[in-house]
């Protein structure tokens, strides 16, 4: 399977690898990796990074999709070509439509190290070329649920307000016991493990884990002491990805 191939089925868990930015950057990515080579569509890749004090990346351009960083630990500087500077903590979120062109810059806040977690979503063909666009949110403006086993902050979806192009649920669940993971019908996704240990579907599945999903079902996750996820699913466009450095075409 090459990475410009859509994923299809369902995998077991496997690990993320570690992927080295430069100097002070480093992340551990979900896919596509040597494990878990393909693209899933409508996602183009997913990864943990991490920035050293006084790190990060300069100015640099990207094409053609959407990115939704959400922060875990410390702050993250964010400057852009739109003439946004923002600085996101722990449990904020920012959203770029790249679309036909955006310069941004990150680099670690108030000089301590961040991490966090970054998606890039796939723009249809029909929209590579969409205007640039930036929107953020706090923590306090995810909702956040508390469930018989779980506690789920919506990152982008029902009641967030992050809205992506393309149909997505970005969900950070906390398991403190048990909690499904539904995929809904058409749509493909993944979960990554946060920090913590347990199960999904029996397997075991902890920190810098991954589990692909491209069809409808459940996935249950269960733990005996604690379990943080995140749980992505959006809808394919059932076009190809090809991803280009920085740039999706």
């Known amino acids: 399977m090459t990475a410009d191939e859509t994923a299809t089925g369902r995998t077991d868990p496997v690990s993320g690898e570690t992927v080295r930015h430069g100097s002070g950057v480093n992340s551990t990515r979900a896919f596509p990796t040597n494990a878990y080579p393909a693209h899933l569509d409508p996602f183009v890749l997913f990864e943990r990074f991490s920035i050293d004090p006084d790190a990060g990346f300069p100015m640099h351009l990207h ?4 990115i939704v960083s959400y922060m875990l630990e410390g702050g993250m500087d964010h400057e852009d070509s739109l003439g946004v500077e923002h600085t996101a903590y722990a449990g904020d979120a920012m959203h770029i439509t790249a679309g036909g062109g955006v310069r941004h810059s990150e680099f670690s806040a108030d000089g301590d190290a961040c991490n966090g977690l970054q998606l890039w979503v796939n723009l249809p063909r029909a ?42 649920e970005y969900l950070d669940a906390r398991v403190a016991d048990s909690w499904t993971w539904t995929v809904p019908d058409g749509w493909s996704g993944f979960l990554y493990g946060v920090s913590g240990d347990g199960t999904a579907d029996g397997d075991a599945f902890g920190e810098g884990d991954v589990l692909p999903v491209s069809d409808a079902r459940d996935v249950e996750l269960r733990t005996e002491t604690t379990l943080r996820v995140v749980a992505v699913s959006g809808r394919p466009h059932g076009e190809p990805i090809r991803l280009r450095g920085l740039v999706v075409r």
């Open 63 to 66: 094409e053609g999709f959407e």
């Open 127 to 168: 929209e590579k070329d969409a205007d640039p666009d930036y929107a953020d949110a706090t923590a306090d403006e995810l909702p956040t649920a508390e469930l018989d086993g779980a506690t789920v902050t919506t990152v982008v979806g029902d009641g967030s307000p992050l809205e992506l192009r393309t149909p997505t």
